[in-house]
């Protein structure tokens, strides 16, 4: 049985750095099938995909995000982690992994893989404040 | 604009027909599968239908997808009290090159 697991720190200061670890256990992070995805809802709030890696650590990002965010994968410890800079109170959310199914999509009018929303595999989530 | 669109809210009584649409484009819903999820306050997100229509393994039968065009559709048939709960459709987006959510439903069953 797959399961994911979010690690990091519960508060953050406004302008720091927010990161987090997702441990994978019960199946390997390198296949060829899947993304990693990172997934957060602030309070009140829907869900919002924050970008996605590749077990050979291609990424993309939500554009709204995506001068912020970082994404790395570490094979070796079954662990993909984010790293969001800069971050203020509207960062404020409970923090998701999951794994997300591969597709071929349209990319720049070329067909490309990523991953296609359809995450089977959720952590438990993270909930990381920002504030002073 | 790339968005999906949901009605904030839906409601219906036990037993009735419950039905939540998701409203997309070219660029997402109308190129791409649909995938719903189930959230619970407090808790992790479910998949609750992929590929459209497709259910995984341990989600009820009364819990069906459909896509046409550029807008999808999840109906629960035969609504009950613990279904009360919000509904997200996610799906590709060419234009953004990424995942996109829809705000989410609200069902209430009363």
């Known amino acids: 049985q797959l399961q994911l697991q979010e690690s990091g720190p519960g508060l953050v200061k406004p302008s720091e750095t927010l990161s987090l670890t997702c441990t994978v256990s019960?199946?390997?992070?390198?296949?060829?099938?899947?993304?990693w995805g990172w997934i957060r809802q602030p309070p009140g709030k829907g869900l919002e995909w924050i970008g996605s890696?590749?077990?050979?650590?291609?990424?993309y990002y939500n554009a709204s995000l995506k001068s912020r965010v970082t994404l790395s994968v570490d094979t070796s410890k079954n662990q993909f982690s984010l790293q969001l800079t800069s971050v203020t109170a509207a960062d404020t959310a409970v923090y998701y992994c999951?794994?997300?199914?591969?597709?071929?999509?349209?990319?720049?009018?070329?067909?490309?893989?990523?991953?296609?929303?359809?995450?089977?595999?959720w952590g438990q989530g993270t909930r990381v404040t920002v504030s002073s | 604009q790339s968005v999906l669109t949901q009605p904030p809210s839906a409601s219906g009584t036990p037993g009735q027909r419950g039905t939540i649409s998701c409203s997309g484009s070219s660029s997402n819903i109308g190129s791409y599968p649909v995938n719903w999820y189930q959230l619970f306050p407090g808790t992790a997100p479910k998949l609750l239908i992929y590929s459209n229509s497709q259910r995984p393994s341990g989600v009820p039968d009364r819990f069906s997808g459909s896509k046409s065009g550029t807008s999808a559709s999840l109906v629960i048939s035969g609504l009950q009290s613990e279904d009360e709960a919000e509904y997200y459709c996610a799906a590709w987006d060419d234009s953004l090159d990424g995942v996109l959510f829809g705000g989410g439903t609200k069902l209430t069953v009363l």
């Open positions: 999951a794994r997300d199914t591969r597709i071929i999509v349209t990319v720049a009018a070329s067909p490309e893989p990523r991953g296609s929303g359809h995450f089977h595999h």
């Open positions: 019960g199946g390997s992070i390198i296949n060829n099938d899947y993304y």
């Open positions: 890696i590749y077990y050979s650590g291609f990424t």
